[in-house]
């Protein structure tokens, strides 16, 4: 078995993920502003609150954290849960030779 890869993401790989988070962000605000006009109540309006708070600045450190790669010449990096009862799956990236 290969040993696990042991070089991490740039750290502007966060702030892609924060943006990413941001379009939930909006996304949720839309869908908060059109259900509390046709459901009513302003409880609505925590749900981009929450999805904020775990989008942008949760998840993003949480991936970066997580994510390691290493460029060799067997397939992809090996992603998945951990444990006698999961097996890890691997997922081949495009390489430059």
Known sequence: ???E???????AARWLW???????????LIAAGVLSEQVGGAVWMLLPLVVAI?????V?????????????DDPG?????RGPAARPHRRAGPHRR
């Open 5 to 11: 890869p042991s070089r991490r993401l740039a750290s």
């Open 1 to 3: 078995m290969t040993p």
């Open 18 to 28: 924060r943006a990413q988070g941001l379009g939930m962000t909006v996304a949720a």
């Open 54 to 58: 775990v989008a942008i600045g949760v």
């Open 60 to 72: 993003p450190e949480l991936r970066w954290a997580r994510w390691r790669y290493e460029v060799r």
């Open 77 to 81: 990096p090996r992603r998945g849960p």
